[in-house]
């Protein structure tokens, strides 16, 4: 084995890269959900909007994480760290790290900043390294190199996918508390007859300012009020200026309640303003219990 010193430069500089290399791997496979989702935003729609800003677990996008658990898997080398001429190897026995060793010392790549730290006083051996009893050193060409152990790095993937959703589980969980939280209304309570006199209301008293998409509902369960939602589709942009936006509230909001009385009714307001490249909307939950606005630009 190479008697050369790995310094705090190039060790360094292969963390760096392979943090670079591997979130872009990572984000590759958040791409088709990330198309999905920006085509939806520019569907105008009267889905129940959250206002969190977290999506449900994308089981196909955690590949990309697990992956990064698993990027010294093959020989103890992952991208960076063979263009910097380095190798993951045991710290006993100065052999080719397992598979398994390399998921575990890389599992510590979640304190990656703390991680980082240590790497630039001690550069053969972070935290993950003390636990696998593993260390990095200069890749010496001489050494064996062990026969590519597919069942290990098959178990290094299954326990890296599993750990990544174990870390997303709380962010699933604060999604899922919001979907609580949506209004379940009786879709089959749907009061055609009613929303279209609503949208004429709105047509004879605004239709300078905008056009209207109502859906009124009957029904909404365990408590005897309707569900109303509302798509604002303004002709001018009164979303940009706070101002603006105060006073088409001003207009519309008094307007709809001459129809629905408070406390008779919950739902939402959604206010639109398109142009060919792009998409504005302010959402206004319409809870007499909670008063929440939500600002987007697209």
């Known amino acids: 084995m190479s008697e050369q010193k790995i310094t705090p430069s190039i060790r360094f500089g292969s963390m760096i890269l392979d943090h670079f290399i591997m979130t872009l791997i990572a984000m590759a496979f958040l791409i088709p959900q990330m198309i999905t989702r920006i085509a939806n935003d520019f569907k105008v729609t009267h889905e129940q909007t959250n206002l969190d800003g977290f999506g449900s677990i994308n089981y196909l996008g955690l590949i990309g ?47 990656w900043p703390v991680e980082a730290v240590i790497t630039l006083t001690n550069p053969g051996r972070r935290i993950g390294d003390r636990v696998a009893n593993t260390k990095v050193v200069p890749f010496d060409p001489s050494l064996k190199q062990p026969k590519v152990s597919f069942t290990q790095i098959g178990i290094s993937l299954i326990l890296a996918y599993g750990l990544t959703i174990l870390l997303s589980l709380p962010f699933n969980e604060m999604q899922t508390d919001l979907a609580r939280q949506n209004i379940n209304f009786d879709e089959n309570s749907y009061n055609e007859t009613e929303g279209k006199e609503t949208q004429k209301l709105f047509a004879d008293s605004l239709s ?72 504005q909307t302010r959402i206004l939950p319409l809870d007499w219990r909670i008063k929440i606005e939500q600002k987007s630009s697209r």
């Open 65 to 111: 994480f697990a992956l990064y658990f698993c990027k010294d898997c093959i020989n103890g080398r992952s991208i960076g760290k063979r263009a910097l001429k380095l190798q993951v190897v045991d710290n006993l026995t100065g052999q080719v790290a397992t598979p398994l060793k390399c998921f575990i010392r890389n599992i510590f790549c979640i304190l």
């Open 208 to 279: 300078n300012y905008l056009t209207t998409d109502i859906r009124v509902y009957d029904k909404i369960k365990n408590e005897n009020i309707k569900y109303v939602s509302v798509i604002f589709k303004l002709k001018k942009d009164y979303l940009t200026d706070n101002n603006d936006f105060e006073h088409l509230k001003s207009l519309t909001i008094p307007l709809l309640l001459t129809k629905f009385p408070e406390r008779t009714f919950v739902g939402q307001l959604k206010y639109v303003y398109r142009t060919s490249g792009s998409m």
